[in-house]
C-alpha cells in the first residue's frame, strides 16, 4: 500500500504523519512530497529517514492513495494528475469542496456516499467538520430548521506563519505577519476574504458544506468566524432550532453515544470543553448544553476540536481508512 502524503512539511501534513503512524495504517511505501525547494530533504516516520519527493516522481510511483494539504491552487493542478493514474486523492483544501461532482465527507456521517469512481474526494473545513458531527444526530431525530454558529478559531488553522507571528508577540519581536493585525491579545473576526454579501469565505464554507454534507439543503444557516490568540482547538458557540421539542437528558444522551463525540457538562463540577482538552486529540467535545429560553424548539451547546487532528488530518486518514476497508482501493 503506496501512500503519498503532499505538503509532508506543512502543519497539517506534519500531523498526517504521526496520525498514520499513531493509527498504524498499513503503509508498504511512504511518498512525502512537498515544494521544489524541500525535494531531497528527509522527514521521520516510525524512525525512519525518508526523502521528500517532487510532485512528478510521486505520480511516478503511482500511490494507492495520496492525502493531499498543499492548498487550492496546488491541489487543482495537481490532484487530477494522480487521479489519472488511478491514485484516490483526498485533498484538505476548499478547491474541490462544493463541485457537484466531488464527494464531501465526514466517515461518521456520509462516507456511503463514495464509490470506486471518486478518485478526488474532499476533506471538508475544519470548522464545520467540528459542528457536523454534534449536528447530524440531533438532525436525525428533531430536525434541524436554523443554526447560528460562532467560531473562536485557533491561529493553527492560518499555518506556521501565523503560529510564528503569535509567539514572535509574544516575546516582543517583529517579523512576518500572517495576519492584517496584532493576534495576541486580540481576537480578529475575520478569517479568510470577505465576499460580496458581507460574509467571510470561511462563515460561507460553513454555510454550503453543512449542506452539503448532512445531505439537507433545507438547514438555514449563518455563522460569524473568528481568529483568537490560541494554539491546540477550535471552539464553537452553536444555537440550534429544532422542528420538534426535545428532550435535554436525551440530547445528553444522543450525543454521548455518537462516534467521535464526547460530552463533557457538568457544570456543577466546572466541566465543560476547552481548547487545552483537544489539544492532540481525535475526538469532538459538547458542552454547556441548555435550552435557548428565548425561543421554543431551541438548544444552545459549546463544541471544541484540534482543528489539526479531526479538523483536518484525522479526517482524511478516516476516509483512506474507509477505502480500504470497503475494497474501494
Not at 487521479?83 to 476548499?94: M, R
Not at 500572517?178 to 460561507?204: C, H, L, S
Request: proline fraction near 3%; glycine fraction near 6%; charged fraction near 25%.
Amino acid at each position: 500500500m503506496k501512500i503519498a502524503v503532499v505538503g509532508a512539511t506543512g502543519l497539517v501534513g506534519g500531523v498526517m504523519l504521526k496520525v498514520l503512524e499513531e493509527r498504524n495504517f498499513p503503509i508498504s511505501e511512504l511518498i512525502p512530497v512537498a515544494s521544489e525547494k524541500s525535494v531531497g530533504k528527509e522527514i521521520t516516520f516510525k524512525g525512519n529517514s525518508y526523502k521528500i519527493h517532487s510532485m512528478t516522481d510521486a505520480i511516478y510511483a503511482k500511490p494507492a492513495i495520496a492525502l493531499f494539504s498543499a492548498g487550492g491552487s496546488t491541489s487543482l493542478e495537481w490532484a487530477p494528475k494522480f487521479a489519472e493514474v488511478g491514485t484516490f486523492v483526498i485533498d484538505n483544501s476548499s478547491a474541490w469542496r462544493m463541485m457537484e461532482d466531488k464527494k464531501l465527507v465526514v466517515p461518521e456521517i456520509n462516507a456511503d456516499a463514495i464509490t470506486k469512481e471518486d478518485l478526488i474526494i474532499a476533506n471538508p473545513n475544519c470548522s464545520t467538520i467540528q459542528m457536523v458531527l454534534v449536528l447530524n444526530p440531533l438532525h436525525l431525530k428533531y430536525k434541524i430548521k436554523r443554526v447560528v454558529v460562532s467560531t473562536y478559531q485557533s491561529v493553527t488553522g492560518t499555518g506556521v506563519k501565523a503560529v510564528q507571528q503569535m509567539e514572535n508577540e509574544r516575546a516582543g519581536v517583529s517579523g512576518e505577519m500572517a495576519y492584517k493585525y496584532r493576534i495576541d491579545k486580540n481576537v480578529i473576526p475575520q478569517i479568510d476574504v470577505f465576499v460580496d454579501n458581507g460574509y467571510t469565505k470561511e462563515e460561507m464554507k460553513m454555510v454550503n458544506e453543512t449542506k452539503k454534507i448532512m445531505r439537507d439543503d433545507s438547514i438555514a444557516l449563518t455563522a460569524t468566524c473568528v481568529r483568537i490568540p490560541t494554539t491546540g482547538g477550535h471552539s464553537e458557540s452553536i444555537n440550534i432550532e429544532f422542528e420538534n421539542d426535545f428532550d435535554l437528558e436525551e440530547v445528553r444522551s444522543i450525543l454521548a453515544s455518537t462516534n467521535g463525540v464526547v460530552l463533557k457538562d457538568d457544570i456543577a463540577q466546572f466541566v465543560y470543553p476547552m481548547p487545552l482538552d483537544a489539544d492532540g486529540k481525535d475526538d469532538v467535545f459538547v458542552g454547556r448544553i441548555r435550552r435557548d429560553e428565548s425561543q421554543a424548539n431551541t438548544l444552545n451547546l459549546w463544541v471544541v476540536a484540534d482543528n489539526l487532528r479531526k479538523g483536518a488530518a484525522t479526517n482524511a486518514v478516516q476516509i483512506a481508512e474507509y477505502l480500504i476497508k470497503n475494497k474501494l482501493v
